[in-house]
Nanobody
Framework: QVHLVESGGGLVQAGGSLRLSCAVS????????MGWYRQAPGKQFELVAA???????YYADSVKGRFTISRDNAKNTVYLQMNSLKSNDTAVYYC??????????WGQGTQVTVSS
């Protein structure tokens, strides 16, 4: 079992930045990828960024060039640096861990609100 706790959400003006953090604990050795999803009102649940244990990072087209996913293995933490934020980035952001073929461990979510 993997336990995930997000932090770093909040209210920011358009054009601003936020950094989300996801503290990971539990069966960390079972994880083969970490991701950030988001859920905005009336929109589909969306994979925003992912970082596998090996291989290239993934970004949704809507955030390429603005968001960066990274991890600090020493701190067992995954980050999502969000720059040039737009109003349509407003959503609840969830950290997720993949131990098999799908993301099967989730954090509680953190609200990001971008004011225009």
């Amino acid at each position: 079992q993997v336990h995930l706790v997000e932090s770093g959400g909040g209210l920011v003006q358009a054009g601003g930045s936020l950094r989300l953090s996801c503290a990971v604990s539990g069966s960390i050795s079972s994880i083969n990828a970490m991701g950030w999803y988001r859920q905005a009102p009336g929109k589909q649940f969306e994979l925003v960024a992912a970082i596998p244990s090996g291989g290239s990072t993934y970004y949704a087209d809507s955030v390429k060039g603005r968001f960066t996913i990274s991890r600090d293995n020493a701190k067992n933490t995954v980050y999502l640096q969000m720059n040039s934020l737009k109003s349509n980035d407003t959503a609840v952001y969830y950290c997720a861990a993949k131990s098999g073929i799908r993301y099967d461990n989730w954090g509680q979510g953190t609200q990001v609100t971008v004011s225009s």
